[in-house]
């Protein structure tokens, strides 16, 4: 599976100084985020201590952990040994639990407790989690999909409600797919490395409406997790889509220094909040934020989605101050160039020149927008077309004159011959 070290890709000097650590940790030559957390102790009792307590702990730690990860990715540091009881990946679980009580996942901040289940907010989600399915997605990316794919898990549920959605299906049926717990989440995870995806890559609808599950899942995998049974297998192979009989495991790739090993990759529209930014910071290795609209009204008139250009600057504003890999997407939708397209390009441009940039145009009419679906809706008929050459055009000129970093993540399917 080295030969994902060896992709032409990484030839691009943009490319390669954006998802440095990705690759490093994709290629096992450094140990995930998650694998670091393992390694601070927490230096209270997470059971005993009050909501406060723990985020002025993980408040204390958070520099330690990142001296430590700058350590490792910057100068080759050790990693040292996992901390003997509970430590700050344990300590993000907690905080995970803790939050669902009055749900502040996501910049609905509804304060609702999921875990009782008597009132719901904008995602409509009480504590359950729904995996629509998951597999090798030979469609992302090139730097994410690799020789072997990039390990997807689709959740159910979204907190936006996009009526072009591309992934109407499972963003907008809450109830599809299958009731998982934190174990099964895991063994996903580690079924999809072992078979040798290079990433995994957590996506909805959205993954934040799902943090308390995926955080805990991943503190599963930090922690010792034993090979699974049989039954465990069988108990999720019912969601994989690429399931077609017993697969090849190949353990050596999927460990660092004799631990599972593998980069997490944030797949989502970044409608979060500081606290869930506070625990993803520490766990995550890639981010793969979307950013859609414009400044104006679009993202209420097509998402019913408040504060959206504020929210989402914010947070990418954040992560590109951390020093973070990452990639934007920017999907072009029709007629939504001169009011989404070329803002989001230009913020890109002015705030972070250097980010990696997407910009796709794969979109199609889907969910309220398809004409020939029964859910059809008139009023959103100004984009119920797929974007003419001349708006895909436009968006690379644009991208093109204003410097971003875009042409080799944008244009390697079509310079491959994968696209029409
Ligand atoms: S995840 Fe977001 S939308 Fe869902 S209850 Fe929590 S804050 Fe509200």
Redesign the pocket.
């Known amino acids: 599976m080295n030969d994902f070290d060896q992709l032409w890709i990484w030839d691009d000097p943009a490319t390669a100084s954006s998802l440095g650590w990705y690759r490093a940790v994709a290629a096992n030559r450094k140990p995930a985020k998650f694998r670091i957390a393992r390694t601070i102790p927490v230096a209270l009792s997470l059971a005993q201590s009050s909501e406060d307590e723990l985020w002025d702990e993980i408040d204390r730690l958070t520099p330690l952990f990142l001296a430590r990860w700058r350590g490792i990715r910057e100068a080759s540091d050790a990693w040292g040994p996992p901390a003997p009881g509970a430590s700050l990946l344990e300590l993000c679980r907690e905080l995970t639990q803790r939050m669902l009580t009055h749900?502040?996942?996501?910049q609905?901040?509804?304060q609702?407790d999921?875990s009782r289940a008597s009132k719901?907010?904008?995602?409509k989600?009480a504590a359950d989690t729904r995996v629509s399915s998951y597999f090798h997605h030979a469609g992302e990316e090139l730097v994410y999909r690799g020789t072997h794919g990039s390990g997807t898990i689709f959740f159910t549920s979204c907190?936006m409600r996009c009526a072009f959605c591309q992934n109407g299906d499972i963003s907008t049926d809450k109830d599809n797919g299958l009731a998982v717990d934190a174990h099964d989440l895991a063994v996903m995870a580690w079924l999809l490395r072992m078979e040798g995806c290079h990433n995994i890559n957590w996506v909805g609808g959205d993954p934040?409406?799902h943090l308390h599950k995926i955080v805990e899942a991943i503190a599963l995998l930090g922690r010792d997790f034993a090979q699974p049974s049989n039954d465990d297998l069988a108990r999720v192979l019912r969601v994989k889509a690429d399931y077609f009989g017993k697969a090849e495991l190949f353990p050596y790739f999927a460990t660092y220094e004799g631990a599972f090993n593998v980069p997490m990759l944030w797949n989502s529209n970044f409608y979060l909040?500081d606290p869930a930014m506070k625990i993803l910071r520490l766990l995550m290795d890639v981010w793969l934020p979307d950013f859609k609209f414009g400044p104006g009204r679009c993202a209420i008139s097509l998402a019913r989605t408040p504060r959206y250009w504020e929210t989402v600057t914010g947070y990418l504003k954040l992560v590109h101050d951390w020093g973070e890999d990452l990639t934007i997407r920017h999907l072009v939708m029709p007629n939504h160039v001169e009011c989404c397209t070329y803002p989001v390009l230009d913020w890109i441009a002015e705030v972070m020149p250097d980010a990696q940039v997407n910009i796709m145009d794969q979109y199609r009419p889907d969910n309220f927008c398809d004409p020939t679906s029964a859910k059809y809706q008139e009023r959103y008929a100004t984009i119920a077309r797929r974007p003419e050459t001349s708006e895909v055009q436009a968006a690379y000129d644009h991208a093109h004159l204003r410097g971003l970093n875009f042409e080799a993540v944008t244009y390697e399917k079509r310079r491959r011959g994968l696209v029409a």
């Open positions: 749900c502040n996942f996501c609905w901040d509804c609702v999921r719901f907010g904008a995602c989600l907190n934040a409406i909040s």
